[in-house]
Structures are given as C-alpha cells and as structure tokens.
C-alpha cells in the first residue's frame, strides 16, 4: 500500500493517513480526519491502478460531505422514530418500531447511498486524472467486484449494482 500510495499525502487540503487491515474482506473506508484504510482481500484481488481508484472513492465520500450527512440522516430518523414511539398514539407507536418502520429507514438509508456511491465514482474517476493514474481502472475494478459476487441491487441496498457503476464511470470517461 505505501509504494500503491507514494506520493498521496495530501488531497484538496486533507491530510492522508494510509493503513493495511489484514483480511481477505474486500473492502476500504475513509475518514474525516484523512484515515484511509483498505483491506488485503482488496488487494489480493486488484491492480495497483484499481486499488487507486477505490481508494480515490472513498476518499470521495469524505471530500463531498457524505460521511457526515449520513450521520445527520442515521440521527434524524433515529429521532423521529424514538419520538414517534413516545408520542402515546398508540398505532403510531406500534409503526416506529415495526418492521414496516424499518423497512421505510432502510429504504430511505438505501437510495441515500446509492445516490452517493454515483457522486464518489465521479469524484474518483477526477482523483484518478488528477493524479495521472490510469482512469480505466475504475471500470476494471467495478467489474471485479460484480464478478466476484457483488452485482446485486435493489431498492433496499445501499450500493447500485457494480456493473451499473462501471456503466456509468465509462461514460464518465
């Protein structure tokens, strides 16, 4: 990962602090204080090129404010259930903490980060010129991930199916 990333220390004014979890989970997150982590199975499975582009995502997601307004959205509808529940209206209590009131926080999480996962493949796909790194390599690894069993997608889920992503990112390009 350090020579994948020499070079990377900083991206628009946010300091990068890159790490290894040893895993053969397929996966990577960044933080809002320039944590970037990324994981062996990830690895294991990709290009330096694509490892790049992933990591260009995630980092993404924390340059367009996404971690933070999915907290403000976990919060809200955290709030408004737990306000629902103690409003002593009998049905609408039993409704916040049904499944059906689930289901509606799930779906709304759901097309919340799908929305946001579009918006970071874009970013990365920016983060991947900039840096003069090879810009296919966002298609090669969204089709990665859809072949090694990652290409579901409904309403509920909370990435669009990868295949569709790479759609997108080749038009992009």
């Known amino acids: 990962l350090a020579r994948i990333t020499k070079g990377m220390k ?3 004014g946010m300091n990068l602090n890159f790490k ?3 895993t053969k989970d397929i996966n990577a997150f960044a933080m809002a204080d320039g944590t970037v982590r990324v994981y062996s199975g990830l690895m294991d499975k ?3 090129d694509e490892v790049r582009y992933v990591i260009g995502h995630e980092i993404g997601h924390v340059k367009l404010g996404h971690t933070r307004k999915a907290m403000q959205l976990a919060y809200g509808a955290t709030a408004v259930r737990n306000a629902a529940a103690a409003s002593g209206n009998g049905s609408l ?3 916040s ?3 059906l009131g689930d289901f509606a926080e799930k779906l709304v999480n759901a097309q919340f980060s799908q929305s946001q996962e579009s918006d970071a493949d874009a970013y990365s796909v920016e983060f991947l ?3 003069h790194y090879n810009t296919q390599a966002a298609v090669s690894a969204l089709q990665k991930l859809a072949a090694l ?3 579901d997608s409904s309403v509920l889920a909370s990435h669009p199916a ?3 992503r790479a759609a997108k990112v080749e038009k992009l390009l």
């Open 10 to 12: 900083n991206e628009e």
């Open 20 to 22: 290894v979890y040893l």
């Open 46 to 48: 990709m290009t330096d």
């Open 93 to 95: 209590s039993t409704l």
């Open 97 to 99: 903490s049904s499944e």
């Open 129 to 131: 010129k900039r840096h």
């Open 149 to 151: 069993g990652g290409n």
């Open 162 to 164: 990868p295949l569709e």
